[in-house]
Every structure is written in C-alpha cells, then in structure tokens.
C-alpha cells in the first residue's frame, strides 16, 4: 500500500501497526467535481490520495476560491477542523477521477493516543502540513505572481497544471488575464 511506504518513511512499523492501521482503511474512488469533504460538516475521514488530486475551495462572498490542491501521496483532510472540533468551513473538491485511501478520524485520534508510534506519525504529517501552508502564505504574501506561478510549474503534477484556467489563477491568487499574460510571456 502507498500509505505504508509513505509511513515507512516517517518511522518503522511493525506488522501490528501495519494490521491496526489496515482494519479500517477504506478504498473510496471519487469522480471529477465530486465532493471529499462538504462546507459545514464535521471532518470524520482523514484521505490519503493514492490517484488524482483534489482541490480546496471556499465561498468567498459568492465567489469561489480555490487555496489548496493535494496530490498523490499527500494526505486530504481538514485538520484544523479536527483539532478544533468545529465544521468544515471549505470543500475538498477531486479534480479528476480520484482514488483515496479513507481512514475515520475518530479511530486514528485513537491511535495517536494508545502508541508512540503513532504520535510520531502524527506529529510528522501535521509538521508537514504545517510547513506546507506556511510556504503557501509566505508565497502569497512575498512572491511576484511570476514566481508563484514558476513555482506552481515546478511543484505541481501534470494533472493539476492541465486544471481550467479560472482554477490556477484564483489558486495563485491573480486574475485569468493576469495569468494568460504570465504564461504568454513564458512561451516567447
């Protein structure tokens, strides 16, 4: 499973760990546009992306904004709505068809708290995340759109880069003229 070499990766797991961690893993596959995680409700699935990609959306004055994408190999969830027990303020969107390994969250809180393998394992995805989305906001806050869209070209999967257009220019927070000029420059 990719889930388990990802694990490996943070810290050994033993055939136990592999076992308890299998009981509840779900296999869901989404469809383009169709929904992991729906504006209001409680997030009661971490993912873990094993094809596709999935973006994060939220309404903004009847607008939407598309802040996040996840790709294969990350993990999908609303972690600060976990932690702070409250409901999803955004959507969590699949770009494409998507295939997802689901696990509860209630099962894996569960498990942080009975092992320290599992601690470690939780503390690594949220430093990951949180290191993520600190680059995320230093990007948005300090880099030209130029740079943020070199970076996007640099970061990002094929699949995600072949998004519509109005898709990666609200992610890069500009415009679609803005990011048509950006890209016709590019190319000369």
Known sequence: MELFNVLEGIISLDKTHRDEISEFVEIKNYKKNE?????????????????GSFRYNMDFDDNDRTFDFSV?????SDYYGILKSKPASFEIIANQSSTVMCLPTDKILKLFDQDMVYQKIGRTIAETEFCRHHERLISL??????KRYEDLMNTMPESVLKLPQHLLANYLGI?????????SRKAK
């Open 35 to 51: 929904k992991f995680l729906l504006k209001g409700d409680p997030c009661s699935t971490i993912g873990f992306v094993i094809k």
């Open 72 to 76: 294969e190999n990350e993990f999908i």
């Open 141 to 146: 806050m300090y880099h030209s759109p130029q």
């Open 175 to 183: 415009t679609k003229e803005t990011l048509s000029r950006i890209r």
